[in-house]
């Protein structure tokens, strides 16, 4: 049984068909990314999985069981954790409460602090800067941070919304590094991302989505190769 499963997904904002009947899948340890160009429908995927945005039909399942009409919080204590893009921190808190935020479902106070550490053991810089307000970080640190406050709630699968963006290559290098290592230790990802050479290169597979439509999915490796792709997305 896939983690993940959308199917037939059809969502709307007002009058603009967004999704039109997307399907895809998600198994236990991967890292699947969906790319494709601005406006395709990447982060309202997201946003429907993670019940921001209702279907108006079709299914999203995780570990088998319906959640499309699922509130946001409701999905968030199951085991979803979204790190939406633009990051979206609370810039006026410091870096501790916003990481304590991301386990707000959580009342065991020791649990919280482990949970804390294996974010610092991510992201030695994000404990450098405890009590600094979030919004006082550059791009990279607070992009650090999101995936920290993600990782609080100890998700069974992270969704990632265009990490890179915005970040210095060596930035984004580090992001990436950071999501090969966090998925060999055991986390599922599925990733949107506007960088798709960056995001095939570590993924399983990927889907490509095109006004609202997959048109092609592949293992990350073909989807790299391919032809069609390379135009598209790699030139």
């Known amino acids: 049984m896939s983690i993940l ?27 699947v990314t969906l790319i494709g160009s601005n406006g395709a429908g990447k982060s309202t995927a997201l946003k429907t999985i993670c019940g921001q945005v209702q279907p108006k039909s079709g ?14 919080h409701v999905t968030a204590k199951t085991g979803i954790a979204h790190v939406p893009e633009g990051r979206r921190i609370f810039p006026r808190l410091t870096v501790k409460e916003n990481l304590e935020m991301g386990a707000f479902a959580v009342k065991d106070k020791k649990a919280i602090q482990d949970r804390m550490e294996k974010v610092f053991h991510y992201f030695p810089r994000v404990k450098e800067r405890l009590s600094q307000k979030g919004g006082t970080m550059s791009g990279g640190e607070q992009q650090m941070l999101a995936i920290g406050r993600a990782l609080m709630s100890k998700p069974d699968l992270l969704l990632l919304d265009e990490p890179s963006m915005g970040l210095a290559p060596v930035i984004v290098e580090q992001i990436f590094d950071i999501i090969t290592e966090l998925n060999k230790e055991g986390m599922t990802i599925l990733l949107v991302e506007q960088n798709a050479f960056q995001a095939l290169q570590v993924a399983h597979r990927g889907y490509v989505i095109q006004t609202g439509e997959i048109v092609m999915s592949g293992q990350g490796s073909d989807l790299i190769t391919n032809e069609q792709v390379r135009e598209a997305y790699l030139a």
């Open 5 to 31: 499963e959308l199917k037939d997904i059809q969502t709307y904002y007002g009058g603009i068909h967004a999704l039109k009947g997307i399907s895809l899948k998600v198994e236990k340890g991967e890292i």
């Open 59 to 72: 299914s999203v399942l995780f570990n088998g069981k319906n959640i499309s009409s699922q509130p946001a």
